[in-house]
C-alpha cells in the first residue's frame, strides 16, 4: 500500500524569499514520486518527477526535490518565490503495486506577499 | 496539439438528473483516470481504465459510471445515486507502461448541482 502526507496544508512566503513544500510517503515497493501544481479552476501540471536516478530532481520554474529513502521524503524547494508561484502543490507517489495508480496527498497551498 | 480534452468546463446538474462528463485524449495513452477533487482533500480516484474495454472502481466509485469503448475516450457518468456530485472533476491519462511515467490532465469540469 502507498500514501503520502503533506505536512502544511498551508504555506505563506514572501516574494524572493526561499519556498519549502514538506511531503513524506509511505510504500511497499521503490516508489515514483511526482509534485503537481495546480492554479485556480485548472488542471495539473508536472513541476517534476523521481524515478530512481539521481536523488536530487530539477523541475521546471525553479523548482527542485530531493529523494530521501532514510527520511521517506520527498521535500520540494524553491531559492526565490515569484508571485506567479502562488498555487496548490500536490505531493504524489505511484510504485508497482498500484500498477500505475496515483496516490495524490491533500494539497498545499502557497500564497506570495509582495 | 497534443493533450486531453474535458467537455463541458462548467455544468450544472437537477436533483435525481444522470450527467455524463467528457474527456478525449489524442496522446496514444492506455490507461485513463477519472479523478475528483473537493477543497482541502487532494484528489480522490473515481475510475480508472488500463485498456479500452476494461475499467476499475477507485476509491469513490458509487454514483458513477464510465465506459471505455475507444482508446481516446473515456466518459464520466455522474448518476442519480450520487447524493453530493458537486466538485471539481479531473481527468487524466497515461502510458500504461512503465508504471514511473507521469499523468497528463485535462483542464477540469466543474459540476454543480442546483
Known amino acids: 500500500a502507498q500514501s503520502v502526507t503533506q505536512l502544511d496544508s498551508h504555506v505563506s512566503v514572501s516574494e524572493g524569499t526561499p519556498v519549502l513544500l514538506r511531503c513524506n510517503y509511505s510504500?511497499?515497493?521503490?516508489?515514483?514520486l511526482f509534485w503537481y501544481v495546480q492554479h485556480p479552476n485548472k488542471g495539473l501540471q508536472l513541476l517534476l518527477k523521481?524515478?530512481?536516478?539521481?536523488?536530487l530532481v530539477k523541475g521546471i520554474n525553479g523548482f527542485e526535490a530531493e529523494f530521501k529513502k532514510s527520511e521517506t521524503s520527498f521535500h520540494l524547494t524553491k531559492p526565490s518565490a515569484h508571485m506567479s508561484d502562488a498555487a496548490e502543490y500536490f505531493c504524489?507517489?505511484?510504485?508497482?503495486?498500484?500498477?500505475?495508480?496515483?496516490?495524490f496527498g491533500a494539497g498545499t497551498q502557497v500564497v506570495v506577499t509582495p | 496539439d497534443g493533450g486531453i480534452t474535458q467537455s463541458p468546463k462548467y455544468l450544472f446538474r437537477k436533483e435525481g438528473q444522470n450527467v455524463t462528463l467528457s474527456c478525449e485524449q489524442n496522446?496514444?495513452?492506455?490507461?485513463m483516470y477519472w479523478y475528483r477533487q473537493d477543497p482541502g482533500q487532494g484528489l480522490r480516484l473515481i475510475y480508472y481504465?488500463?485498456?479500452?474495454?476494461?475499467?476499475q472502481k477507485g476509491d469513490i466509485a458509487e454514483g458513477y459510471s464510465v465506459s471505455r469503448e475507444k482508446k481516446e475516450s473515456f466518459p464520466l457518468t455522474v448518476t442519480s445515486a450520487q447524493k453530493n456530485p458537486t466538485a471539481f472533476y479531473l481527468c487524466?491519462?497515461?502510458?500504461?507502461?512503465?508504471?514511473?511515467?507521469?499523468?497528463?490532465f485535462g483542464q477540469g469540469t466543474r459540476l454543480t448541482v442546483v
Open positions: 510504500s511497499s515497493y521503490s516508489p515514483s
Open positions: 487524466a491519462s497515461s502510458s500504461r507502461q512503465p508504471w514511473n511515467t507521469e499523468a497528463f
Open positions: 496522446l496514444n495513452h492506455d490507461a
Open positions: 481504465s488500463q485498456i479500452v474495454n476494461d475499467f
Open positions: 523521481y524515478t530512481s536516478a539521481a536523488t
Open positions: 504524489v507517489v505511484s510504485d508497482a503495486d498500484s500498477w500505475g495508480k496515483l496516490q
